[in-house]
């Protein structure tokens, strides 16, 4: 893919932060006065956090516009547009809008688009209001909502087209689903429908997915999606499959199953397929092996070079969520042209404690790829040094956006709080 400049990605509205307006042109004021306890969380040395809203719906992706309104869906019901009026990094102004819950949620020029588990909308933002007045404009339509992996990522390429992901409602496509013993099935016409992202164009109402382009499949979900601003290039996390040990225990321990299999991050390219349902990555190994539904026994390796390597295999289980490229300059060097990914956590690593409900920075080189590895910037959203079920979490990391005074914003799944990250260096 051409490289895209930074400024080109501006004039077509395609800012991490959003819409671009005349009068976000001023100066910013001063970072506020940090939380003493930093919100709970623990962050590098330097880093400082405020609570910008608290108990709110569980809440999932989050988007910030030029001015600071921040805009987050809600898991099941609509979306908050939270203003924070007079500069202290807390938002006085909650407003809530829109119905139909969802996750993904982003802006471009003066649309904010967002998506239920069946439609994708757009609501055209007056300049200077927080909330919009009138109705939403469907855009697509009708898109398949089964009881597995229902929520539709949402972002859009450099080429200024939509994309939005349908997830495979299936752990890796084996009958029975889940199950001892399960056998895998041709996943051939199944996969016409699921486990990949669809390309649609971004202005057109009431499409549905047969009007959208097949752009890659053989994922099994994801609920991330981001273009490098930088680079024009589309980046995802794919959630990996569960309960290796409950398929095939004679294969797989509970301790396997804990650590199997990583959570994949690729770059998005058209044409590309994944390998779900027939393989998943194992971080131990650092190799792709054949799923057990599929004749795998915890040792067979796929064939070589048939499925595209991962560009980092994260934990197992750790469910990675929003995606958010740095384009601020508030934070130190290191962190300039990096990503920032959430993870909500895990359910399914017992006997052993859950793991992730955390933060990470990407850092990627000057050719805008992953440099290599992950560190983890933003932790304790849990509460708790150990922790045996996603219930008991204080908190779970969703959505992560940049704002335009390149402060990072974190929103919670569990209990409805959004945090403001900030740099002060002391």
């Known amino acids: 893919m051409p490289k895209i400049s930074f400024p080109a990605l501006l004039l077509l509205g395609l800012t991490v932060a959003g819409p671009c307006r005349a009068d976000d042109l001023a100066p910013k004021g001063a970072l506020p006065t940090p939380d003493a306890d930093n919100g709970g969380l623990t962050l590098p040395p330097g880093f400082h956090a405020v609570v910008v809203a608290d108990k709110l719906k569980p809440l999932r992706a989050m988007t910030v516009a030029p001015n600071g309104d921040i805009y987050v869906k809600t898991r099941a019901a609509g979306i908050y547009g939270l203003r924070d009026a007079d500069g202290d990094g807390r938002a006085e102004i909650v407003k809530e809008f829109g119905s139909g819950g969802g996750t993904g949620i982003v802006l471009r020029g003066e649309w904010l688009y967002h998506s239920t588990d069946n439609h994708v909308f757009r609501h055209w933002l007056t300049p200077g209001e927080l909330v919009p007045a009138g109705q939403p404009e469907r855009i697509v339509r009708d ?64 499409q549905t997915q047969a009007d959208g382009h097949h752009f890659s499949t053989g994922h099994r979900h994801a609920t991330t999606l981001a273009l490098n601003p930088f680079s024009g290039q589309l980046f995802t996390a794919i959630h990996g499959r569960d309960q290796l040990n409950t398929v095939a225990p004679q294969f797989y321990t509970d301790d396997d199953n804990a650590e199997q299999p990583a959570e994949v991050f690729h770059a998005l390219t058209e044409g590309a397929n994944y390998g779900w349902p027939f393989t998943y990555y194992d971080p131990i190994r ?3 092996l054949l799923n057990p539904e599929y004749g795998g026994d915890g040792k067979k390796a796929a064939e070589p070079g048939q499925y595209p390597e991962p560009l980092i295999a994260f934990p197992a289980h750790w469910s990675p969520m929003q995606l958010a490229f740095y384009t601020g300059t508030q934070f130190p060097a290191k962190y ?28 990627f080189n000057e050719n805008n790829q992953p ?56």
């Open 371 to 426: 440099a290599g590895g992950y560190e983890i910037f933003a932790d304790n959203f849990a509460g708790r040094a150990e922790l045996a079920s996603p219930k008991d979490a204080a908190h779970r990391p969703h959505g992560v956006a940049v704002g335009p005074d390149g402060s990072l914003y974190v929103s919670d799944s569990a209990h409805g709080r959004v945090w403001r990250i900030i740099y002060t260096g002391k």
């Open 336 to 363: 300039h042209r990096g990503a920032f990914l959430a993870f909500q956590g895990s359910w399914n690593r017992a006997p052993r404690p859950q793991a992730g409900y955390n933060v990470v920075f990407i850092p």
């Open 286 to 288: 650092k190799q792709r």
């Open 143 to 206: 898109l398949p909502n089964e009881r597995q992996h229902a929520a539709k990522v949402i972002a859009f390429g450099a080429d200024g087209r939509l994309y939005v992901e349908v997830g495979a409602p299936s752990n890796a496509y084996g009958k029975p689903d889940r199950a001892r013993g399960a056998v895998g099935q041709d996943p051939t016409v199944f996969l016409k429908t699921y486990g990949g992202f669809w390309r649609f164009d971004a202005d057109k109402p009431d």
